[in-house]
Structures are given as C-alpha cells and as structure tokens.
C-alpha cells in the first residue's frame, strides 16, 4: 500500500529565510505526486504536482519540489518565505484506478518576523 | 464561482443525530470525491464517484455513513446517529484526470 510521510510536524522560520518541507513515499508502483496548502478552516489549494518529465516542479507562490525517485522524496522548497506563507502543507501521492489522493500528516510552516 | 463548493461550512449537532452535507463539483468534473480530515491529521480518503456510480468506500466509512451522486451533479454524504468521533472536516473534490480541486470544507462538531 501506498504512504507518505512528513518527516517535520513543524516548522519555524525567520521571514525571508529559505525553507525545505520534507516529504517521503512508499509506492511499488508510478505515482503522482502533489504539494497542497491548507489555510485555517480553509480546504486545500494546490502548490504544484509532479506527474512526468522534468524533476524539477515549480508551482505558485515561488515554491518549487524536486521529485527524486531513488530516496521516493518529493521535497518542497522556497528560497524566501513570507509571513503569508504561514500555513500547513501537505504532500500527497495519487494512486490506484480512481487516482485517490494519500495525504502525509501534514507539516505546519510557522513564518515569524 | 466556478469551484467546489460545499454547504455547510460549519455543523453543530448532538449525539444520535442524523446530518447530511452538500457538493457541488466543477461542472465539468465527473470525478467526485469525499475526505475527512481530523485534527492534527492529513485527509483520508472515503469515497469516490465517477459520474452517478459509487465505484469505491472505505473502510473508514462505516454503516452509519452514506453518499449519494444523483445524476452524476452534486452528492451528498450523510452520517446516521452520529458519534462523537465523528467530529472532523469532510472535504469535498472534483477532478480532472491528474488535478484534484477541494472545497472550503464541512466542519462537524458532535456534542
């Protein structure tokens, strides 16, 4: 079965520092991959996702994920964070016949001044 | 507004009540699919339609729970004799064949 992993629950950073969410998979089989955003009592919002060819994904906001298929890591990355940046961050992995999504458990970017 | 859309945002009801949730999917989207998040937690998948059909549940989705496509439009996803433990955010999404778009979410709170 398939899984993923958030290997930070939380994550303080200094208003424009860089910052890496890290995230793990476990699939025996091709995935797609996906960062989501969630802003409190809000539903999700896609970051950018990873479904073939370059490695290197870059979605909004100025974030950006290299899919690595020999760690299974789906890092998400961006060079300058802003305090409305603060959010949690999921990564998620598409499979089987209906393309359901597995969630990690998710990762809290705490943005500070 | 063309995105998905979910009614109510938020759910207070006792115990052993009955409750019942709308979404209303993009358009265009016969993909639909059902989550439920709890706190601390990444969402869980427990249902999905394509058009009118249920084609798979969960486990996570008990006898007590419920989802309807009419039509291939909106669904819905009712919850019989609620429990406590059922107090989560059920999110609702429409794909495309590689991009899944979420709702704003149903809070439930079983007092």
């Known amino acids: 079965a398939q899984s993923v992993t958030q290997l930070d629950s939380q994550v303080p950073v200094f208003e424009e520092a860089p910052v890496e969410l890290r995230c793990n998979y476990s699939s025996s089989v091709s995935v797609y991959l996906f960062w989501y955003v969630q802003y409190p009592n809000q539903g999700l919002q896609l970051l950018l996702k990873?479904?073939?060819?370059?490695?290197l994904v870059k979605g909004i906001n100025g974030f950006e994920a290299e899919f690595n298929k020999s760690q299974t890591s789906f890092h998400l990355r961006k060079p300058s964070v802003h305090i409305s940046d603060t959010a949690e961050y999921f990564c998620a992995v598409s499979v089987g016949r209906w393309n359901k999504l597995v969630f990690g458990a998710g990762t809290i970017l705490r943005v500070k001044s | 507004d063309t995105g998905v859309s979910q009614d109510p945002r938020h759910k207070i009801t006792k115990r052993g009540q009955n409750v019942t949730f709308r979404c209303d999917p993009i358009?265009?989207?016969?993909?639909l699919y059902w989550y439920r998040q709890t706190l601390g937690q990444g969402p869980e998948f427990l249902t999905y339609f394509q058009n009118e059909a249920q084609l798979e549940k969960s486990r996570l989705l008990s006898d007590r729970f419920s989802a309807e496509r009419p039509k291939g439009s909106f669904s819905t996803l009712e919850i019989q004799r609620t429990e406590q433990g059922d107090s989560a955010m059920y999110l609702c999404?429409?794909?495309?064949?590689?991009?899944?778009?979420f709702g704003q979410g149903t809070r439930l709170t079983v007092v």
């Open positions: 358009s265009e989207h016969n993909r």
């Open positions: 990873y479904l073939s060819g370059s490695t």
């Open positions: 999404a429409s794909s495309t064949d590689s991009e899944a778009f």
